[in-house]
């Protein structure tokens, strides 16, 4: 492993650390974004996501980013998961890396946002009248 790798993974397990004692119902940690895609740049931030059982008041999702932001020496941006929308949690699933997760109650949510998404496209258009098809 090289110093640098060795650093960042360093850095990785100090936000994961500090985001469960913070967050001590944590279920899971995703990083995603620019970062993880390898398309950062100087000025981009770090994109985070917790899953908590409930909540993460919107206070708290600013302290904590502040916080990492100490750590990682950027900016960084803390998005609780389950207060997301469907169409960004599915993003974070599916594009995202878990940096931790406690096991069952993390891959049951996964499991539930990948299920909802794949009923949303499969659902059935609703019907329309050959009439209003041809309507300009």
Not at 48 to 61: D, R, T
Not at 115 to 131: F, H
């Amino acid at each position: 492993m090289t110093q640098s790798a060795y650093a960042l993974a360093q850095t990785q397990a100090q936000v994961v650390q500090h985001l469960l004692t913070a967050l001590p119902n944590c279920m899971a940690i995703y990083a995603f974004g620019s970062q993880t895609r390898g398309e950062a740049t100087a000025s981009s931030d770090l994109d985070l996501a917790v899953l908590v059982a409930g909540y993460v008041p919107a206070l708290q999702l600013w302290e904590l980013s502040h916080q990492v932001a100490d750590l990682v020496h950027c900016d960084v941006d803390l998005l609780d998961l389950r207060a997301a929308s469907t169409v960004m949690q599915y993003q974070v699933i599916t594009t995202g890396v878990p940096l931790w997760s406690n096991g069952l109650q993390a891959a049951l949510f996964e499991t539930y946002v990948l299920s909802e998404n794949t009923r949303a496209t499969l659902a059935p258009l609703p019907p329309t009248s050959p009439a209003k098809m041809l309507q300009p």
